[in-house]
């Protein structure tokens, strides 16, 4: 089982719909998740921190992380096609290198 | 805030040739810099870590003696490609933690595609 089980999709949805994306994983000594969005041959960009449980909003972005599941989803709202491109989730037990899940390819249909 | 710039962001090379990429912090300071790489539609696949000041711990499987990383300062990390060879082209990206409450957190460069003639 790896670490950090992400579906790579592609999941194309039409604009304005609500997009749920998540990742479980296995590494219960994680306590730091984020969510990284990378449009084609650019570096990821940091969408979403979230430390422990609960969750973040932040403009059209909600973070929710659950412990007790192993279990994080990142909710965008009002989806645009601007929005279309590859969504990373990543986490840490601490001082140690993040571990990625495989990403998400988002398509955004207007 | 919070922004890493890499140099290039393409380059392109004769086979056997040496490159040399360049990441910078540019409005905070980095302990720990990481260096990965990314191949067409996967995840990224850290390469190294570095501390300043500090030997470069890689991981397993990464020729240390192939792919030189210096990080000479709290803003800047170098990535060398030594004897670069076709095999060897593929995307680069750096990210750099911040000193402080956020070293938890990796900020990421835009990427260098290197292509290897």
């Known amino acids: 089982q790896k670490e950090v089980e992400q579906d790579p999709g592609p999941l194309s949805v039409p604009e304005g719909a609500i997009v749920s994306l998540n990742c479980t994983y296995s590494n219960s000594a994680f306590q730091y998740f984020m969510w990284y969005r990378q449009y084609s041959r650019k570096g990821p960009e940091l969408l979403m921190y979230t430390y422990s449980s609960g969750n973040k909003e932040d403009g059209r972005f909600t973070a929710q992380v659950d412990k007790s599941s192993k279990y994080i989803s990142l909710f965008i709202r009002d989806s645009q096609p601007s929005d279309s491109a590859t969504y990373l989730c990543a986490m840490k037990p601490g001082n140690t290198p993040l571990v990625f899940g495989k990403g998400t390819r988002l398509s955004v249909i207007a | 805030g919070a922004v890493v710039s890499q140099h290039p962001s393409w380059v392109i090379c004769k086979s056997g040739t040496s490159v040399k990429i360049e990441c910078r912090s540019l409005d905070f300071q980095a302990t720990t810099m990481f260096w990965y790489r990314q191949f067409p539609k996967q995840s990224l696949m850290l390469m190294a870590t570095?501390?300043?000041?500090?030997?470069?711990?890689?991981e397993q499987g990464v020729e240390k003696d192939k792919f030189l990383i210096n990080h000479a300062s709290l803003t800047l990390s170098t990535l060398t490609v030594t004897s670069a060879h076709p095999e060897d082209s593929s995307f680069y990206i750096c990210?750099?933690?911040?000193?402080?409450?956020?070293?938890?957190?990796?900020?990421f460069g835009a990427g260098t595609r290197l292509s290897v003639l």
């Open positions: 990210s750099a933690a911040p000193a402080g409450r956020r070293m938890n957190i990796q900020y």
């Open positions: 570095s501390n300043e000041g500090s030997k470069a711990t890689y």
